[in-house]
């Protein structure tokens, strides 16, 4: 299983998405970070409210209760990783993941 850490500056990015979303009822919601394998961004992580995840995904871990899925073809690769969820500016990000409202990007760090 892989190891999963979140660094504090992610951790404070995070919870105040997490609060701004609370703030109104209409953009609250599950949330969610994925891993995925993308083709644009890579293995980026990814906040989503309300995301339905798809089978055979992977819980590696939790962040205050925020599960974190891997997809299943990337489960073999990440299995004794230990990973650092961690955060950058990016003010001009159009990635569809919550933080991006922030002016901010998840990362992901391989130790």
Known sequence: M???HVSESAAAVIRQVRQARQATNARGG???ITIDGGCCEGTAPHL???YVVPAGCIEIGRFDD???FLPPQLG???ASA???I???DDPASDAMSLETELG???VLRHA
Do not use: F
């Open 48 to 50: 989503y409210a309300d």
């Open 104 to 106: 901010k990007r998840l």
């Open 2 to 4: 892989a190891e999963l």
């Open 76 to 78: 073999a690769q990440y």
């Open 82 to 84: 230990h990973l650092t």
């Open 30 to 32: 599950a949330l969610t």
């Open 86 to 88: 961690d955060v950058v």
């Open 66 to 68: 925020i599960p974190v």
